[in-house]
Nanobody, 121 residues
Framework: QAHLIESGGGLVQPGGSLGLSCATS????????MGWFRQAPGKEREFVVA???????SYADSVKGRFTISRDNAKNTVYLQMNSLKPEDTAVYYC???????????????WGKGTLVTVSS
């Protein structure tokens, strides 16, 4: 059963923009903080950004000022807007839900299947 369903992703040129979305159930969305991780080929999965139930956000230093997370409570959906993309942003992006507030991958109970973002000319 898919608890988190991502959409978006694809190929974009350096400097371009792309948006991702992650839809989930009302139960999860109203109870869990939501976030995004990414995993590049040959690298470990890393935290990108998160948003709490009350809208407080946190960003990895590598994406600050370029990425924006938001949540639509009416649609049970979280969005990731990615601007000024760089080749090093290329990765599979995973939506995640955290109940504990910890963003250690081992503490995440719900993951999306991932969507590939490729930044290349």
């Amino acid at each position: 059963q898919a608890h988190l369903i991502e959409s978006g992703g694809g190929l974009v040129q350096p400097g371009g923009s792309l948006g991702l979305s992650c839809a989930t159930s009302g139960r999860i969305f109203s109870t869990y903080a939501m976030g995004w991780f990414r995993q590049a080929p040959g690298k470990e999965r890393e935290f990108v950004v998160a948003i709490t139930l009350n809208g407080r956000t946190s960003y990895a230093d590598s994406v600050k000022g370029r990425f924006t997370i938001s949540r639509d409570n009416a649609k049970n959906t979280v969005y990731l807007q990615m601007n000024s993309l760089k080749p090093e942003d290329t990765a599979v992006y995973y939506c995640a839900a955290s109940y504990s507030g910890s963003w250690s991958p081992m503490a995440i109970p719900y993951w999306g299947k991932g969507t590939l973002v490729t930044v290349s000319s």
